[in-house]
Each structure stands twice: as C-alpha cells, then as structure tokens.
C-alpha cells in the first residue's frame, strides 16, 4: 500500500497530514510521489499517524 493510498484510507488530506507533521503540504505531496522521503526523525510520527509501522512506509505496491 503506498503512501498515498494508507493517507487516504485514514481519511486525512494532505494538508492534514502537513499540519500533524509540521510541514508543508508540498512535502507530503513530494513525499507520496516518491520526489522526496520524509526526515528519518519523523518516520515514527508518521507511521503512528498512519496506523502503520515504518517499515510498511517503504513497502511496495504489489498492484
């Protein structure tokens, strides 16, 4: 599941997740397009945001 599709799947908009995270709603964007990986200090913050573990941040999608 991409990060895109869990963001979704929580019912969060990506300015949601910008503002939960302390960023831009740009970076999320970037992030979801795989133009950019969040800071590794957040990757905690962002799984637990997700309902997720870190490592299913990086899983790829198998479809």
């Given amino acids: 599941m991409t990060l895109k599709q869990r963001r979704v799947e929580?019912?969060?908009t990506q300015q949601?997740?910008?503002?939960a995270m302390?960023?831009?709603r740009?970076?999320?964007a970037m992030w979801e397009a795989g133009a950019s990986?969040?800071?590794?200090?957040k990757l905690p913050?962002?799984?637990?945001?997700?309902?997720?573990?870190v490592?299913?941040?990086?899983?790829?999608?198998?479809a």
């Fill in 45 to 53: 913050e962002l799984a637990k945001l997700l309902g997720c573990t």
């Fill in 10 to 12: 929580r019912g969060l």
């Fill in 26 to 28: 740009t970076a999320v």
């Fill in 22 to 24: 302390g960023t831009g």
């Fill in 37 to 41: 990986m969040p800071p590794a200090a």
């Fill in 55 to 62: 490592d299913e941040l990086f899983e790829k999608d198998s």
């Fill in 16 to 19: 949601q997740v910008a503002d």
